[in-house]
């Protein structure tokens, strides 16, 4: 997962002279909504080279990094470009109105993502900390719980939509349990969660309601501790107040959730898709975890990220930046940059130097987290449902762009109804139940989930 808040081409408009794809109005080049960014973005590279100039929403300027390298300088650099948005001259000029659906993304909150330096050690540390208490072994159990959970809900039907009934899912109850919220309450954020990375117009009330969600979690928390990030943020010797335990609490429920929905089905659209994708699973060439990597490579589960502000003067791939100018770090764009990958067609198998979890200081903390989650959760599947199969002819398989990235807007499946193993009855609504051992600790207790009967990777290819 990424802990950076994102933004995606939806929310990019190139400047007079791109030859980008939209509706001309007044003579500028507009793009309401990227259609195809992965095209905008070569587009803009042919013409700019490695850093291109684009407008954000309300005609505001900034800097879309293409490049590989660039991005690297970008992130790796904090003197030249910092993470603190009060430096924008776009913030400093009051040109941001307060009802900008860039504001939840880029407006100042006391999180480490907005800073650098010793603010940002202090900060980052305590969700460093706090994350690093859940083991892979153990969390595994508590993705393997969960799934079989959701199957449950769906699997006598023979069909399902595998990104709202299975991928939108899956991440929000694990990480909201993680975090420390009650079952019930992990469900009901996942709508304002991806509503809050869109940039619509209800954006803002979305982020109230997660943020009132978090914070009244804190003060039950103060009273009632548990495994739990939130209880270590607040016992942390970083000493966070209140406002900065609830800022990481909902960046990490935020970041978390969106990049790993996007892990989960650009990789299951690949399994149902992509006959050498499956071929290589099934022929020992690559591993699960690997084709995880291959997924961050090619559609990264953010696309742009909105996070440097340049704090004097320079140049960075041929464009001279003025101090106060804004950065967008363009993840997909530089992913593919023919410097680095001339054959796209060449895999990249395990091979984690993709940027999808940024680099630098400001390195996403919980990318183990978020492969776990996406690992145990598609394997799980898979093995429950061997005979899944799209419901629909493959180019029927439509695309959604928001703030985040791209990803697959349904994947509609039918199977062989049946009533799914469990390794127990769902939940009751508002039924606290303690975050398993296993999670935070080395784990002891026997797993109560059966094994599967085979790979489910054998019986993809068994039945053909």
């Not at 939840?104 to 993502?113: D, E, R």
């Not at 900065?244 to 990789?267: C, F, K, P």
């Not at 796209?344 to 987290?369: K, Y």
């Not at 109804?417 to 207790?445: D, H, I, N």
Request: net charge negative; aromatic share 4%; with cysteine.
């Amino acid at each position: 997962m990424s802990t950076q808040p994102p933004i995606s081409a939806a929310g990019l408009v190139p400047p007079p002279g791109c030859p980008a794809h939209g509706m001309r109005t007044d003579g500028l080049v507009r793009l309401p909504e990227a259609d195809d960014p992965a095209r905008l973005y070569e587009e803009l590279r042919e013409q700019y080279g490695p850093v291109a100039p684009v407008l954000l929403h309300g005609d505001l300027p900034a800097w879309l990094v293409l490049g590989y390298r660039e991005n690297l300088d970008a992130m790796r650099t904090p003197s030249l470009y910092s993470r603190d948005p009060r430096k924008w001259s776009a913030f400093q000029e009051g040109r941001v109105p307060a009802d900008s659906p860039l504001m939840p993304m880029v407006a100042w909150q006391p999180l480490c993502v907005f800073a650098d330096g010793d603010e940002h050690a202090r900060l980052r540390g305590a969700v460093v900390d706090g994350l690093a208490q859940f083991n892979r072994h153990g969390m595994r159990r508590y993705v393997t719980r969960y799934t079989h959970q959701l199957v449950q809900q769906f699997a006598a039907s023979g069909k399902a939509d595998l990104v709202r009934d299975y991928a939108e899912q899956l991440p929000m109850l694990v990480v909201s349990r993680l975090i420390g919220m009650a079952p019930d309450e992990g469900p009901a954020l996942v709508e304002p969660t991806l509503d809050l990375m869109r940039g619509s117009e209800t954006a803002a009330a979305s982020n109230q309601t997660v943020t009132e969600v978090l914070h009244d979690l804190v003060q039950r928390k103060k009273t009632a501790p548990g495994n739990d990030l939130v209880s270590r943020l607040i016992s942390h010797e970083s000493n966070l107040g209140d406002t900065e335990i609830v800022e990481h609490l909902r960046l990490v429920l935020v970041a978390a959730h969106s990049n790993t929905v996007n892990l989960i089905a650009h990789t299951l659209r690949l399994l149902l898709t992509d006959r050498r994708f499956r071929g290589s699973l099934s022929g020992g060439q690559m591993t699960l975890p690997d084709a995880l990597e291959q997924v961050m490579w090619d559609s990264p589960g953010t696309a742009v990220i909105p996070g440097r502000w340049a704090t004097g003067d320079t140049v960075l791939g041929g464009q001279h930046i003025k101090a106060g100018d804004m950065l967008l770090l363009g993840i997909a764009a530089a992913n593919v940059d023919p410097e680095i990958r001339p054959d796209l067609s060449l895999p990249m198998h395990g091979n984690r130097s993709h940027l999808a979890l940024s680099a630098g200081p400001h390195e996403c903390p919980g990318g183990d987290i978020g492969r776990a989650i996406a690992d145990t959760g598609v394997d799980e599947l898979m093995a429950l449902l061997p005979d899944m199969r799209l419901a629909v002819p493959e180019h029927e398989v439509g695309t959604t762009s928001d703030w985040l990235a791209r990803r697959p807007s349904a994947l509609p499946v039918v199977f062989t109804p049946t009533r799914s193993k469990t390794t127990g009855a769902a939940p009751a609504a508002g039924a606290a139940q303690p975050l398993p051992e296993a999670a935070v600790s080395p784990p002891e207790m026997p797993s109560s989930t059966p094994p599967a009967a085979r790979p489910w990777w054998r019986s993809l290819f068994s039945r053909r």
